[in-house]
Structure formats: C-alpha cells, structure tokens
C-alpha cells in the first residue's frame, strides 16, 4: 500500500479506492470514500502514499498523542528495557514533482477519540489509543495500525508503574514497508513524571522515511526535541 504510484494508477485501500486519471483535459486525483474526493492537480503527476502523523483526523485538534497501556508496565528501579505498543495509522497523499511534494489528502480507516492528559487547566488534549504490549513486533493491520518501539529507562531509584505513553507528533519520525513504524524512547524520571522523544532510525532493515507532514509545512520544530510527562504516568 505505502509507496510512490505513477499518474493513472488506481488502488484500494481496504475499503477506498484511490485513483488518478485524465477527464477532459483535466488531471483529477479521486479518492472514493464516503464523502468522496476529488481534485485538480495540474500536471500528471506521482503520488506517494505514506503514513502521517496521527493526529491530523478529523480535524487537526491537537498534536499529542496518548496510546493507554491495556496492561501496565512495571519498572524496576535502574533498569531498562524495550516493549513494542501499536498506534493508530493516519495515511497522507502527496504529489511529487522533481522532489517536489505537496500534502493533497489525508485520511483514516480508525475511529479517533479523543482524551486529557493533565488538569483542565493546564492538561493536553490528546488523540487517544489503546495498545496491548508486545515483547516481539506484533502482526498489525497495516492499514489501521503501525508499530512503535518503545525503549523504556527508569532512572530513579524507585519502582515505577507505566501506564500510558504521551508522545508530541511534532517530533514523530515514521518509516514504513508493509506497515508503518516509530522509534521512541521513555525516561522514567518518577512515579509521576517521564520523558518521551523519537529516534530518527527505523526498527527494523529495508524501512523507508515517509514524509514528515509538519516539517513539509514548516511549522517550527526544536531539534531533539523532548516532551515531558508531567501528571502521571
């Protein structure tokens, strides 16, 4: 599925169909969904079909995303140790001309929900998922779940218990082959606080880069940025 598709390619995505052609001069992309899209595009261009940061469905509400352990992970002081949780695909189209990409649609086959992490206050609004863990990188339904691999290290000196994962999409790195991937890392700081970033390296050989969405739209992004779990974990 994920992948580039020369101009007059039609494929199906589960249930969506996909399609670019030419109708009466005009270069349309279709996709073929409830509701339906379809767009100009100027020239008879390639798509490319990558995963996205998860967060842009329905609406671009919030760029948090919090994956809800289904079992929580005990952790023992000084120790690390490395699981693997799935998150929630979101899958992006572009246009690409002589290296030249521009974002032409996204869409989703879950059903977000939405959560807070924090105090009404001064939480975040999160895009919510829950994920059993895995020792191994489990089997996903590619077009509805990827896999992250989560390195956890507790650096205190005390027992701590995990039971959700709040990570920024700004700073997702997602590769892709048969399904999509991260690679992130959790420092434990306490029972209540720890740190999540993403290493810019795929989990596993032969993973290409999919396209970084909010970098293709220059948002400000700090480099080897981390957020900070500050109300619980």
Same mark, same amino acid.
């Given at each position: 599925?994920? !992948? ?17 052609? =030419? ?8 996709? +073929?969904?409830? #509701? ?12 490319? /079909?990558?995963? *996205? ?6 609406? =671009? ?8 352990? @289904? @079992? ?21 189209? &572009?246009?690409? /001309?002589? $290296? ?17 992490? !924090?105090? #009404?206050? +001064?939480?975040?609004?999160? +895009?919510?998922?829950?994920?059993? *863990? ?12 990827? %896999?992250? @691999? /989560? ?24 590769? &892709? ?7 992130? *890392? %959790?420092? /434990?700081?306490? +029972?209540?606080?720890? @740190? ?5 390296? #795929? ?8 396209? $970084? ?9 700090? $480099? ?10």
């Amino acid at each position: 599925m994920f !992948g580039s598709y020369n101009f007059g390619t039609s494929f199906n995505v589960n249930r969506i169909t996909i399609e670019t052609y =030419e109708d009466n001069g005009l270069y349309i992309y279709h996709r +073929k969904s409830d #509701p339906d899209i379809k767009k100009i595009i100027s020239a008879p261009t390639a798509i490319m /079909v990558h995963p *996205v940061e998860p967060v842009t469905q329905p609406k =671009e509400i919030t760029h948090f995303l919090l994956i809800g352990l @289904k @079992k929580p992970i005990l952790l023992s002081p000084r120790s690390t140790i490395t699981y693997f949780v799935t998150f929630p695909v979101e899958i992006a189209i &572009y246009a690409s /001309v002589n $290296e030249q990409i521009e974002h032409i649609d996204c869409f989703t086959l879950t059903h977000p929900k939405y959560t807070l992490y !924090g105090t #009404p206050t +001064k939480g975040h609004i999160c +895009k919510g998922w829950k994920s059993d *863990v895995y020792h191994t990188i489990p089997e996903v339904d590619a077009v509805r779940e990827g %896999v992250l @691999k /989560v390195t956890l290290h507790n650096v205190s000196n005390g027992w701590a218990e995990l039971k959700k994962i709040v990570v920024d999409a700004y700073y997702m790195k997602i590769f &892709y082959s048969e399904f999509a991937s991260m690679n992130a *890392v %959790v420092t /434990v700081l306490s +029972k209540i606080s720890a @740190k999540t970033t993403f290493l810019d390296q #795929p989990i596993s050989t032969g993973m290409e880069k999919a396209v $970084e969405l909010f970098r293709l739209r220059k948002i400000p992004i700090v $480099e080897k940025a981390e957020f900070t779990m500050r109300w619980g974990l």
